[in-house]
């Protein structure tokens, strides 16, 4: 990270972006490996358990994921696959298909949950409250103008 130092912090912020990335990718993995899970299948599980008080449909997880809808369509077939969802169309319009967790998340979630506990209070070490809130208010700001990117470009 040396060489690092003397770049404008627009360059090192969108560099550093893609370095944490990808090295908490690799972790998360080499952590994953062992339940068969990649690491998409397990943000997948992640988001629809702690974002929605539904079962969301595959468009709604798309959005929430940043991913497209056949790009969540695969991981959730790949972990219907697991026994970890269920797809099942919608009861009102069967053009709609829902994404439902079934009780293998919540097993896998509790053998899980302390390593991921570790691996978080890990990665966050030395990191103040106050340094915490300033990153979020910087991401949700990239994250809006990432998707009015999107919306330009479409």
Same mark, same amino acid.
């Given at each position: 990270?040396?060489?690092?130092? *003397?770049?404008?912090?627009?360059?090192?912020?969108?560099?550093?972006?893609?370095?944490?990335?990808?090295?908490?990718?690799?972790?998360? $993995?080499? $952590?994953?490996?062992?339940?068969?899970?990649?690491?998409?299948?397990?943000?997948?599980?992640?988001?629809?358990?702690?974002?929605?008080?539904?079962?969301?449909?595959?468009?709604?997880?798309?959005?929430?994921?940043? *991913?497209?809808?056949?790009?969540?369509?695969?991981?959730?077939?790949?972990?219907?696959?697991?026994?970890?969802?269920?797809?099942?169309?919608?009861?009102?319009?069967?053009?709609?298909?829902?994404?439902?967790?079934?009780?293998?998340?919540?097993?896998?979630?509790?053998?899980?949950?302390?390593?991921?506990?570790?691996?978080?209070?890990?990665?966050?070490?030395?990191?103040?409250?106050?340094?915490?809130?300033?990153?979020?208010?910087?991401?949700?700001?990239?994250?809006?103008?990432?998707?009015?990117?999107?919306?330009?470009?479409?």
């Amino acid at each position: 990270m040396d060489n690092m130092d *003397s770049m404008p912090d627009q360059k090192f912020i969108f560099g550093g972006v893609q370095v944490v990335a990808n090295q908490m990718d690799t972790l998360l $993995e080499r $952590e994953l490996k062992e339940y068969n899970l990649t690491t998409k299948q397990w943000l997948l599980t992640i988001v629809v358990q702690n974002i929605f008080d539904h079962d969301p449909t595959l468009k709604e997880v798309a959005k929430s994921m940043g *991913s497209s809808h056949q790009n969540v369509k695969q991981v959730a077939l790949k972990l219907e696959q697991k026994g970890f969802v269920v797809m099942e169309k919608d009861p009102h319009d069967a053009r709609i298909t829902r994404i439902k967790l079934t009780d293998a998340v919540d097993s896998f979630g509790t053998e899980s949950q302390q390593k991921s506990e570790i691996f978080t209070e890990k990665l966050f070490d030395g990191i103040s409250d106050e340094e915490l809130a300033m990153t979020r208010s910087v991401i949700e700001k990239l994250l809006a103008n990432l998707e009015k990117m999107d919306q330009e470009s479409k």
